[in-house]
């Protein structure tokens, strides 16, 4: 079953900040986030194992509620570079990610 | 380390061509996947393997999609044969041993993906 992320797509001006959610129908026990930029690859970007983990890097930062099926991704001060699209993924039982359809974020100047 | 390597970038074909496509994962991972991303279905998983066995392909669409790795720095994606329906984006990507399962903590390499179009 595929994890639900909303918005679909999301425009923001530099330093605007913003919030990509992440929900699954099923028990989720861990979230990975990937970034795709245009044209590129997905690139990782951090996992949440444990619900009500927070981890960040750079002003880019997360949470992980368990018990709620959901995980957050928040961007502050949104750069430029941060424009692309956001996955979310969650790991079955074996080693692969079902990953969700994606969040566009365009962050104009 | 070179990371994940795919070939070709692109390809254009006609329908009913075979294709044949390759990547070369991190040296020293056992995990090996190949996805196909497009608009309308988003990032789609065809098939993983571990340790060069195909582990689960349920996500391949039909007969005509085949894997395999041979060896564990070497993998083809084959489509025989092709049709309009399957340009798409194709990507490799490959991950360390270590934990499996639910909270696993395996990230997933990406290559830079194969640009298919079948004309």
């Known amino acids: 079953q595929q994890p639900v992320q909303s918005p679909q797509a999301v425009i923001l001006r530099e330093g605007e900040d913003a919030v990509i959610n992440c929900s699954s129908s099923k028990a989720l026990y861990s979230v990975h986030w990937y970034r795709q930029k245009h044209g590129e690859a997905p690139v990782f970007l951090m996992i949440l194992l444990k619900g009500g983990e927070q981890k960040g890097h750079d002003k880019i930062s997360a949470s992980f509620n368990e018990k709620k099926q959901q995980s957050s991704l928040y961007l502050t001060a949104s750069q430029l570079s941060y424009s692309g699209t956001y996955f979310c993924g969650t790991p079955n039982a074996g080693n692969m990610l079902t990953f969700g359809g994606g969040t566009r974020l365009m962050v104009k100047p | 380390d070179a990371g994940v390597i795919q070939s070709p970038r692109h390809e254009v074909t006609e329908m009913g061509q075979e294709v044949t496509l390759r990547c070369k994962p991190i040296s020293g991972h056992d995990y090996l996947f190949w996805y196909r991303q497009t608009m309308m279905r988003g990032l789609e998983l065809l098939i993983y393997f571990n340790n060069n066995v195909p582990i689960d392909d349920s996500g391949m669409p039909e007969d005509r999609f085949s894997a395999k790795m041979p060896n564990a720095s070497f993998s083809t994606l084959k489509i025989q044969p092709s049709e309009p329906r399957d340009s798409a984006v194709y990507f490799c990507?490959?991950?360390?041993?270590?934990?499996?399962?639910?909270?696993?903590?395996?990230?997933?390499?990406f290559g830079a993906g194969t640009r298919l179009s079948v004309l």
């Open positions: 990507a490959s991950s360390p041993a270590g934990t499996s399962g639910y909270r696993a903590k395996n990230i997933q390499y």
